[in-house]
């Protein structure tokens, strides 16, 4: 095919072709007036562009941390520690978590979270309210305290010295 | 980030505007040297690489086919420049051995290899052919110019396919034997597409979309261009069924 050199810019040169179609190519140091053979065409080539492997499995990994991300947060939502999910009746309906009675029932005792020791903590029903049993030690002392599992109201404590 | 918008918003201009794209392909041109550079494993020693120019028409269709969801721009023209780099030097190398007429002869001039070629033909003729040739194409530019259209609009208003290129030969065909509409085309400057639709059975959509080509391929034929008209296939304005 011919391809005379129609017009000659500085990126790209317009040629016309024997079948009257004009056509943008790569101005091959071309001149106005010239007759081509082997131009390099706009848009003639047949390479798609593929994202190297690299980029893919990246794009894969971040995904998948995304929907762990939304799963995470779905899952703990409302959740003060992630850490404190041993029992799910923790994380279900309005209730405190266990954390959250902890702190409470630490704030109340004066004492630091990293001072006491758990024994128990127990979510039970009396009287047909929803309660946290805690029963915990810190400094010598035993403490035990009943919480109202929705509200965080103490209904009950009590402390004494360990003999 | 802004200054990523700001390639992106040039980006969206230069699809749209050749001068536009033009002015950002010299911004970067820098960049598209280097790209050229790192693919040849070599400094560019002369501006007149034919690498480089392959990677500048490779710029610029990355600035046609780009969009944001390929993430950033400067990557994907690299990437394009690259491809179609390996692209050429494929190409090339199915032809080692082989030297291309238009290449520079190593005269130390820059004059194709098919001047100095023996040639049959009186090569004074030639000589006279090709600005005889540049002289009918300024002629025919400034033509179309008074139609309000560059030949970078033509070419970028061709017909791609060849079921459309069919169609609009059709068309064209038919305006050109029926004087009524050469008549009120070239009075009024404007294609008569209702005419011309309604005649040749081609739909109006498609005369539209490629009527730019058309006056161009029309005032070819019509206003004495010989040799323009000389290069092109006879079978053009006869509706393709004679091709």
């Not at chain 1, 009287?127 to 035993?142: H, P």
């Not at chain 2, 040297?33 to 610029?60: G, Q």
């Not at chain 2, 400067?74 to 494929?90: C, E, G, N, Q, V």
Request: hydrophobic fraction near 40%.
């Amino acid at each position: 095919m011919k391809y005379i050199v129609m017009e000659c810019h500085f990126s790209y040169a317009v040629l016309l072709d024997e079948d009257g179609k004009f056509l943008k190519a790569a101005n091959r140091s071309y001149q106005v007036g010239q007759t081509v053979y082997d131009p390099v065409l706009v848009g003639d080539y047949h390479y798609r562009h593929r994202p190297p492997a690299v980029r893919i499995v990246g794009r894969v990994i971040g995904l998948l941390l995304l929907i762990l991300a939304v799963f995470l947060c779905i899952r703990y939502c409302g959740s003060d520690t992630p850490s404190d999910s041993s029992n799910p009746a923790v994380t279900t309906g309005d209730l405190l978590t266990e954390y959250r009675a902890k702190c409470i029932a630490l704030a109340h005792a004066g004492i630091a979270e990293d001072a006491a020791i758990f024994e128990s903590v127990e979510l039970d029903e009396e009287d047909g309210v929803t309660v946290y049993e805690l029963d915990f030690i810190a400094n010598g002392v035993e403490y035990e305290y009943e919480l109202d599992a929705h509200t965080g109201a103490i209904l009950q404590y009590k402390s004494e010295p360990i003999d | 980030m802004s200054h990523e918008h700001s390639i992106i918003q040039w980006v969206k201009d230069a699809k749209e505007n050749m001068a536009a794209a033009d002015e950002m392909i010299r911004a970067y041109m820098p960049f598209i040297r280097k790209e050229t550079a790192k693919f040849l494993k070599r400094p560019l020693v002369e501006e007149n690489d034919d690498e480089l120019s392959i990677a500048m028409i490779a710029f610029y269709e990355a600035i046609l086919d780009y969009s944001v969801l390929r993430g950033s721009f400067l990557h994907f023209a690299a990437l394009h420049i690259k491809s179609r780099l390996i692209d050429h030097t494929r190409k090339e190398s199915r032809h080692r051995g082989v030297v291309s007429i238009d290449h520079p002869a190593n005269d130390g001039e820059d004059t194709p290899l098919r001047d100095q070629l023996a040639d049959p033909d009186d090569p004074l003729h030639e000589g006279m052919m090709r600005d005889a040739t540049r002289m009918e194409i300024e002629e025919f530019s400034a033509s179309i110019r008074a139609f309000g259209i560059q030949l970078s609009d033509v070419a970028d208003h061709c017909p791609k396919q060849e079921r459309t290129l069919e169609a609009c030969r059709i068309a064209l065909a038919y305006a050109k034997e029926n004087p009524q509409i050469m008549d009120e085309f070239l009075r009024t400057k404007r294609l008569p597409l209702a005419l011309i639709a309604s005649g040749s059975g081609v739909e109006r959509k498609t005369l539209e979309r490629h009527r730019k080509y058309m006056v161009a391929l029309l005032l070819a034929y019509t206003n004495g261009f010989e040799i323009i008209r000389g290069h092109l296939k006879c079978a053009l304005l006869t509706g393709g069924n004679e091709k």
